[in-house]
């Protein structure tokens, strides 16, 4: 089992092992980051708050992470507003696409991925979990 | 009063000289003549324009340099536009003490030699069946047949181009694309499965088979390299999950499922990168395992399924400049300029552009007075925006500028992803910077109300904007960058004049 957004502290070690990454942590006051680094060099930043949520998670490298596992029941949902988004645009006769950095809104979270061939970076959050002094723009 | 009349040759618009004689009294400007040198360039060429000030008494023999097509410099470098059909530019001169006394000479600017290195560009609406109106996307022409000869072959128009990834891939029939024939497929040598691939992009992946093709545009020809095609989630083999999960729209992400969702009937990356992806393929690939977070990109795929697996760089899809003959080591990218508002209506004339290959090489893709932009292992320069210094990249397979602007309002729904700023145009200026440089070259760019423009008929915007919101910042400078400039994208590890790859230089 991974896991990931929305999950308890407890996730991240149990990531680590899976992903074959090493583990450091620094306690920021308002929240505890945890960085993994996996054998590919490719980096996930996990965000505890004090009640001990994930309530946000950031990732770079040459490819994206399985955001599956990263944003566990919370990719359904990003996928569920993927695809009203589209719906809604087709309704309004707005087929005109856009190519290039994604954000994602739903109810219950925000997502943002950004880069270019070998060289991806993003994060996404839940607004609700984020504790007091911590500024969205801190999740990277 | 002995009026004496003096000559001055001109090369820079200031040059402080005392006039013959001297005596005092007033001084005028009586005529000024204009040269070009050559007076005939090609699409994007350069031509160095002097002027000779003739005037009375102490007369200030500088001028202003303006041109009705193209860019001048202030020393009288014309860098000629690109134009599709034979041109005539004027290219006046102004005395800077008479507003009133100027010159004028004429520049014949030619389209790019119908060259062996020059691929046709254009800018319009989009391939048949798209079903809207393509939006800021570059079209190439390419020519795809069986290796060997005597093969089938297939030219398949409105292939995008894209210096933002690496590698040929071709949309195929089944997924709504134009590509049909059918290629012998790439084995892994290891097992002699079938290799399969997984390609992801900012917003959405592509899935498909990893084929031999030999692969021509415009007189250049790559052969026997491996391609891919684009399959829809429905064909055989199936999208791995460990594919698709790697997108945030899951299966909906998955770009190959119609000619609407990919746009274009193929994407030829013509990107920084010899491959498309590199050194982690060959030792790292098979490690993806679905549950460790390793990225899967190239898979085996017997009957039975696919499965990640290894790739020798070699086998790896190439960017196909790679495997020219000549004109190797990059591209050069040439497109006129876009008034604001957009150009190109449907149904009008479209515009045009040309991609070239190869830098120094030959002479209509020489670097002249561009400026070379050295980049980090990420191919990236630095951009300077609101005082904030960020990487940057230029991506014409992005369709607009994508930077951070938090002062500067989103459209409405449905056009929320763009900018609509309050006072259109917003007029806007960054700096670049190269690795190689100790400064910034500032770059002067406007957004316009992304409604307005996407509402219209137009396909080629130079002022279309939209946030980039993750964090750290970048500054993307898509195809919106691109117009009105020759634009240089040098492969890693190519040698060319302005030295070794990667860098853009414009």
């Known amino acids: ?35 993994i680094t996996m054998p590919s060099g490719a980096k996930v930043r996990e965000f505890v708050s004090p009640a001990g949520a994930v309530f946000g998670v950031a990732w770079e490298g040459q490819f994206p992470p399985n955001f599956q596992q990263l944003l566990g029941p919370y990719y359904q949902q990003a996928q569920e507003a993927i695809a009203q988004q589209k719906t809604a645009e087709q309704a309004a006769q707005q087929p005109r696409r856009r190519r290039g950095p994604v954000l994602i809104e739903t109810p219950g979270m925000v997502f943002s991925q950004g880069g270019h061939m070998r060289s991806f970076h993003g994060q996404a959050y839940i607004p609700q979990l984020v504790p007091q002094g911590v500024q969205a723009s801190d999740i990277h | 009063m002995v009026r004496r009349f003096v000559l001055l040759l001109v090369l820079g618009s200031i040059i402080g000289l005392a006039a013959c004689g001297g005596g005092g009294g007033s001084s005028s400007v009586t005529s000024v003549s204009v040269t070009c040198s050559p007076s005939t360039v090609s699409s994007g060429g350069t031509s160095q324009c002097t002027a000779i000030v003739g005037g009375t008494g102490n007369f200030n023999t500088a001028v202003t340099w303006s041109t009705g097509a193209g860019t001048i410099s202030s020393s009288g470098l014309l860098t000629a536009p690109t134009v599709s059909a034979s041109t005539s530019v004027t290219v006046t001169a102004t005395s800077v003490q ?19 290195n020059v691929a046709p560009i254009s800018v319009d609406a989009g391939p048949a069946g798209l079903g809207y109106t393509s939006t800021n996307a570059a079209f190439v022409t390419v020519k795809v047949c069986v290796p060997g000869s005597g ?13 933002g990834s690496s590698g040929l891939r071709l949309l195929s029939s089944a997924a709504g694309g134009e590509f049909s024939l059918s290629l012998p497929g790439e084995n892994d040598p290891n097992n002699n499965d079938a290799f399969g691939e997984c390609l992801v ?45 790697q997108n945030p729209s899951g299966g909906a992400g998955n770009e190959g499922n119609s000619l609407g969702d990919f746009g274009a009937n193929g994407i030829i990356g013509v990107g920084l990168f010899p491959q498309d992806c ?10 993806c395992n679905g549950s460790n977070n390793a990225p899967c990109v190239y898979y085996d795929c017997p009957s039975s399924g696919c499965t990640p697996a290894n790739i020798a760089i070699a086998q790896q899809i190439p960017n196909p400049v790679t495997a020219f003959a000549t004109d190797n080591n990059g591209v050069l990218i040439l497109l006129p300029s876009v008034a604001d508002g957009g150009s190109s209506p449907v149904g009008g004339p479209y515009l045009t552009g040309s991609l070239i290959f190869g830098i120094g090489t030959e002479s209509n893709n020489g670097l002249g007075s561009a400026q070379v932009y050295g980049l980090n292992g990420e191919g990236e320069l630095t951009t300077t925006f ?13 369709n607009g500028f994508f930077f951070n602007d938090s002062s500067i309002a989103t459209c409405p729904s449905p056009n929320q992803d763009w900018y609509c700023p309050s006072t259109s145009p917003d007029n806007l200026s960054a700096q670049n910077q190269g690795t190689n440089m100790n400064a910034g070259v ?46 240089f994208t040098a492969i890693d590890g190519a040698i060319t004049p302005g030295g070794n790859g990667p860098y853009f230089a414009y």
């Open chain 2, 442 to 487: 500032t770059v002067n760019f406007s957004i316009e109300n992304a409604d307005n423009l996407l509402n219209s008929s137009n396909t080629a915007f130079s002022t279309l904007g939209g946030p980039y919101i993750s964090t750290p910042a970048e500054f993307d400078w898509g195809l919106s960058f691109f117009y009105g400039r020759s634009i």
């Open chain 2, 201 to 245: 992009f900012l917003d959405g992946y592509v899935w498909g088979t990893v084929n031999t093709a030999t692969v021509t545009v415009s007189g250049e020809t790559a052969s026997s390299v491996p391609v891919q095609v684009i399959l829809p989630s429905t064909s055989s083999p199936g999208v791995p999950t460990s594919c698709s999960n």
């Open chain 1, 1 to 35: 089992m991974w896991a990931t957004l929305g999950d308890n502290a407890g996730s991240v070690l149990t990531n680590q092992t899976n992903w074959n990454g090493t583990l450091s942590s620094v306690d920021k006051s308002t929240y505890v980051l945890h960085e």
């Open chain 2, 151 to 163: 093969g089938q072959c297939q030219t398949v128009d409105h292939v995008m181009v894209d210096t």
């Open chain 2, 98 to 116: 008479n507003t009133s006394v100027s010159g004028t000479a004429s520049v014949t600017v030619n389209p790019a030699s119908a060259g062996a």
């Open chain 2, 278 to 287: 590199g050194q982690y393929c060959v030792s790292q690939g098979s490690t």
């Open chain 2, 386 to 398: 609101n005082g904030s210094s960020i990487p940057g990249f230029l991506d014409s397979g992005s």
